[in-house]
């Protein structure tokens, strides 16, 4: 049994070495470090499945591989990123998804952006939030509020029940 189980996780390990998920695993990783990726280094490569999940979003979905699910990858990136931060020569490049999730239509998991925002966070962001809580449409507008009131108060949780509640509040005052 044990040998079974062995050669079932060697062959696991290689059918996902042979497709997108194989850069980015190291990234996924609980004990991942900048320091000890390589050239690109796997945040990158996890930037790139984001940016083409916004460029792209149907052949994004079409490309499910070995993971299951496109959107558990993108969730698993983003709980990363919400863990890890963001390396400074990426930090404009996650900004720039993170501003196109806030004011483009949702799409799923996009909420577990609220949590990168902390690791962005500055003035520029700020402002650029600003904008689309004054003057992006309704959801836009609501979602840009709900991430500048978790920038401002980091003790607050973000994620989907804070949303829904946050929504509730704000409905009542």
Known sequence: MAAEMARAESD????LAETFCAP???YLSPGWSRLGDEKPSSEQFAILYLEWERAYPDE???DVG???SPFGLKESILRAMGWNGVSEPDRAAVEKLLLAAVSGPYRAKDWRYARVARHLDSRRLREALGTIAVGGDDAAALRAAFVLSRLDNPDLSANRR???NWLKHRAQT
């Open 162 to 164: 804070s949303y829904g």
């Open 12 to 15: 696991h390990a290689a059918a």
């Open 60 to 62: 994004w979905r079409q």
């Open 24 to 26: 980015i695993a190291p």
């Open 66 to 68: 070995t993971y299951g």
